[in-house]
């Protein structure tokens, strides 16, 4: 079977799951579908070989480690913290099997800062947009590293909040509901702006620095307000209404109001860039 009919099966079955989530982690599967292209290129162009061990840290629903087992024939770890992206993964993984002949992923439950997983025991290990969400990033880091053989690559992939552009302009308001969004996830220890620091945590770490690379995706279309896009924006700032209400930041009714301008402000054209950062650094042999 080709890559892209094993595609067309993955695709569909996270289109399918998407209405079986729980509704905090549906901008997330989103997320998933919508970037699948993004990930695919990323994918393309890191170096991990047929038959590599690779650990895939922060997995979420596994998609990632999906496109590298399928892409790359590795074999593929996946870990997470949460229980529910996993037994979604898990859930796609017996689906995959049906067509495949052997499953492509071992997903594992498990915390960055302490995976109990052997050392020295992958040949290539990655976290994309991990980082962003961990307070002790060194030490998650230091973790990777003891896991990853000597010689072996460790890649980082995440965002920076400065690197997005987007016309027209947002309203002072959405804005501000933006930087509120922002401001919550550092209060809950996450770092919007971690993309510029990924090679810095590499060197600190100790590890051989390989490439940085930016990678921008632009999009430039006429957006209706049912248009995917615009639906998981709509979730993702959704998912934090409760909380953002709770520590005062913005009314129930404020946020609705803003809520509501954003929905009228479509249709129309708009230009997105998203970029994301990728690090790569190996382990030296002796760490
Ligand atoms: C934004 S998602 C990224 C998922 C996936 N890597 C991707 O590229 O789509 C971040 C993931 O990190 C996981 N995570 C957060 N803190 C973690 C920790 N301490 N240990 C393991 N996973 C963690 C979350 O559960 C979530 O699935």
New binding site residues.
Partial sequence: MSDTAVFDVLDGLYLTVLDQVRREDRW?LW??IL?KEQ?RNLVEAIPVSAHDRVL?????????SFDIAIMKNARVVG????DS?LELASRINEELARILPVSPVEFIS????N?SLPADSFDFVI????F???DAPGK?LAEMIRTVKPGGYVCL?DIDDQLEIQYPDLEEDVEGLYRSFRLLQKLENGDRMVGRKLTNYLYNAGCEIVVTILRPETECRYLAYDDPAIQFEMERLGSARSQLITRGMITGDKFDEIMEKIRRSYPRMEWRTNSEVVALGRKKTGM
């Avoid at 895939?56 to 990632?64: I, N, P, S």
């Fill in positions: 997330l997320q998933t970037t990930r895939d840290a922060g997995c979420g629903f596994g998609a990632l870990v997470d913290i949460s992206s498990g915390d960055i800062y995976m976290a994309r947009f991990l962003q969400h961990l998650a992939i």
